[in-house]
């Protein structure tokens, strides 16, 4: 859906001068292309590296009014566009699946050793996985996008993770917020022991690279 398409729905919601709303959105996809294309880039060099994908899939998205405006209001800043540039770091997310718990590393550290992305902020949480189990890589980065007449730094949230988490992260999401049904302390240890499980299964997987040495 296009930006203003949603802009439309919820209006009048932001103070902005006109269409900067627009223009912000359009920066952060911009700046989200920058992102996907460096993963890309990375991805193609490593197969040839290699001889195998490093990279299992890219999701991107931005974050759509409603949630932008949500989280404005919950952490009491202002509503306004200026606000949204200024506090919050994930307009923009790109998401990378990868193959094995090694490439999560690897390829955070082959980004960050890029010369124009400035890192803001890294939470592991696979070293140290959430209190539910969440596990993944966080990284905020600042990235330059170049315009017409002039180059902005744009921020964006970089989760990285293997496709074992990526589903217990995904099925997590759905059994959580499903709507009408009270989530019980039971589901929520079993949650966690599921998390273990994929765990087990990430480093079992991983094992296996090493054996077959790729
Ligand atoms: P969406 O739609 O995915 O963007 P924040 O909420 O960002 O202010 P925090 O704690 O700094 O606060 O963020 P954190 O821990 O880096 O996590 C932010 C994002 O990570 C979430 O975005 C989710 O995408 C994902 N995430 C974090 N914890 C969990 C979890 O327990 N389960 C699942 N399934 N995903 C998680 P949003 O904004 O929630 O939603």
Request: aromatic content about 8%; glycine content about 2%; some cysteine.
């Amino acid at each position: 859906m296009k930006v203003n398409e949603i802009t439309k729905s919820f209006e009048p919601i932001f103070e902005e001068k006109e269409g900067q709303y627009d223009e912000l959105m359009a920066y952060y996809k911009c700046a989200m292309m920058e992102v996907e294309t460096k993963f890309r880039v990375l991805n193609e060099e490593f197969s040839l590296q290699y001889d195998r994908n490093p990279i299992s899939a890219i999701k991107s998205r931005l974050k759509n009014l409603k949630s932008i405006r949500d989280k404005l209001i919950k952490n009491d800043f202002s509503l306004s566009v200026d606000s949204i540039e200024e506090n919050l770091n994930d307009v923009a997310g790109v998401r990378v699946i990868c193959s094995f718990e090694r490439d999560v590393y690897l390829l955070a550290e082959a980004l960050l050793s890029q010369d124009d992305i400035e890192l803001i902020t890294k939470k592991d949480y696979i070293a140290a996985p959430k209190d539910n189990g969440y596990r993944s890589l966080h990284l905020i980065v600042a990235v330059p996008i170049y315009l017409v007449n002039e180059k902005r730094t744009m921020r964006v949230e970089i989760q990285l993770r293997t496709i074992a988490m990526d589903s217990w992260a995904t099925l997590e999401h759905q059994l959580r917020y499903k709507k009408n049904i009270e989530f019980t302390e039971e589901m929520a240890e079993e949650l966690h022991l599921c998390s273990k499980l994929s765990a087990e299964l990430d480093h079992k997987m991983d094992n296996l690279r090493k054996l077959v040495n790729v």
